[in-house]
């Protein structure tokens, strides 16, 4: 064997990097073509590309995840129905966006819908969590660390959590049919026989084509699980990952359509003005998301339990009716708030408004005990930042659409709040279809809000509602 004194050596005194022996790891399982190329270097050299790790993709995996991606698509188109039709019979509305039913409804049915939405998750949560105590419905936890997740207590978590989004609850819609991938998923491990670390990889494949169902987000859905769920992107990850949110995707087009859920935002142009923006927003939107991710997580170790659960949702709901009489873009997840900062419109006090009362009726939705998504609550949050920061920007420099620097502010709110800058980023870009011309800014603002909420904190609205471990 060759001694390695004299390669320290070389490093000691500045000389150029040894070239290094070919890589010796043993890709498992090994190619059909067993014969290196000509140069006798190893394909594993490149890191994404090594063995299959914990989760070997065997035939039997493969064919579950190709099921795991037909049952996710089929959850995410029912529990879109169920919130369609429940925000129809609450708002009374036929056609239209959600906001607009809001808008056109009285007062007092304003009022009667959260209030309804309040007794029904009350009653519901209660029950629900008293005769399946013990039992696991989070997703995020589950593919985490490997927990079984509840089929019924699951089920019922996921469709109190739409009908009181439908009604009103400041809640994201993307919750229940990312849990109802991700037991999918668990289940047919369990009944293909999977390993753990199949188990686990499938959980997360099937949590993330839930979000890629009902949002038509193939490409965004396969990054929340790599960057989120699993924390690497390699092939073994990737490739399973793109082909469960790609089969739920197109699953999912039996009820919804393919189409982005942000219809009719411009295709913006790349400014001087953005850009500069970009570099001084990225911070201040950074420290905002970590002071949301620590409401989110005082809320949610807080949050009503047992008895009070029956009431706090009522109280809770209620006083989102009284705001909301004033405010009715606050009912629901956001999207209505993000469109409208997408498309450049509100003014000033407005944005500022909504700003400060969307994140802070999201966590008083939370506190109550009510169960949902925070996706789209933390874009309109990053969206009506952007366009509030923007539109003062404007007064120094004017020029840029206002809709640029919502954009902006929602991918950086996201990435920050999600600690993952990827999949916020495409899916800003697939939510939207447009935004490419305002990549560098767009890059620029979410990659030093995620910095500086890593070097603050680094917990995310994900890892901050994870329940504290028992003693």
């Known amino acids: 064997m060759v001694s390695s004194a004299p390669l320290e050596a070389a490093y000691a005194v500045g000389m150029p990097d040894p070239v290094e022996r070919p890589s010796e790891r043993i890709r498992v399982p090994a190619p059909l073509l067993g014969r290196r190329i000509a140069t006798g270097r190893g394909a594993t050299e490149q890191p994404n590309a090594g063995g299959d790790g914990e989760a070997a993709l ?44 809001v808008e056109q409804a009285s007062g007092v049915r304003r009022a009667v819908a959260l209030l309804v939405a309040g007794v029904i998750g009350g009653v519901g949560w209660y029950l629900l969590r008293r005769f399946t105590k013990g039992q696991r419905a989070e997703a995020d936890e589950a593919a985490w660390s490997g927990a079984a997740l509840s089929w019924p207590r699951s089920l019922g978590t996921s469709v109190l959590s739409e ?18 991938g991700a037991v999918s998923g668990s289940l047919l491990a369990r009944w293909t026989g999977l390993d753990a670390g199949q188990r686990r990889l499938l959980v997360a494949c099937g949590a993330g084509a839930g979000l890629a169902a009902v949002y038509d987000v193939p490409l965004a859905g396969a990054l929340f699980t790599a960057e989120i769920l699993v924390g690497v992107i390699t092939l073994p990850v990737a490739l399973p990952a793109l082909v469960c ?3 739920a ?38 420290l905002v998301a970590v002071a949301f991710i620590r409401l989110v997580a005082f809320v949610s170790h807080h949050r009503a339990s047992g008895r009070p659960v029956l009431v706090a949702p009522l109280v809770a709901f209620g006083v989102l009716a009284g705001i909301g009489q004033v405010y009715p873009q606050l009912f629901g997840n956001g999207k209505g708030i993000v469109l409208d900062a997408f498309l450049g419109q509100g003014s000033l006090l407005l944005l500022l408004v909504l700003f400060v009362l969307k994140p802070l009726v999201t966590v008083l939705c939370l506190g109550s005990g009510a169960t949902g998504g925070l996706l789209t609550p933390t874009l309109s949050t990053g969206a009506a930042l952007g366009g509030f920061l923007g539109l003062a920007w404007s007064l120094l420099w004017p020029g840029t659409p206002v809709g640029v620097y919502a954009l902006i502010g929602a991918a950086a709110m996201l990435g920050a709040g999600m600690q993952a800058p990827l999949t916020a980023l495409v899916l800003v870009l697939e939510l939207t279809d447009t935004g490419f011309a305002l990549m560098v800014p767009l890059v620029i603002a979410t990659a030093l809000a995620t910095v500086v909420a890593r070097r603050v904190d680094g917990y995310s609205i994900y890892s901050g509602r994870l329940a504290a471990l028992s003693r």
Do not use: C, N
């Open 58 to 101: 065997t035939p039997r995996f493969w064919a579950a995840v190709l099921l795991t991606g037909v049952v996710a698509g089929l959850f995410g188109a029912a529990m879109m129905a169920l919130l369609t039709t429940v925000e129809h019979i609450g708002f009374g509305y036929d056609s239209g966006s959600f906001q607009s039913g």
């Open 249 to 286: 995707t197109v699953t999912a087009w039996v009820y919804l359509p393919a189409q982005a859920t942000y219809l009719g935002v411009p295709d913006y142009p790349l400014t001087p003005s953005a850009l500069v923006w970009a570099v001084l927003a990225g911070p201040v939107i950074g």
């Open 163 to 180: 009908i009181v989004i439908g009604l009103g609850a400041s809640l994201g819609r993307e919750a229940a049919p990312k849990l109802m």
């Open 245 to 247: 949110s790609g089969v």
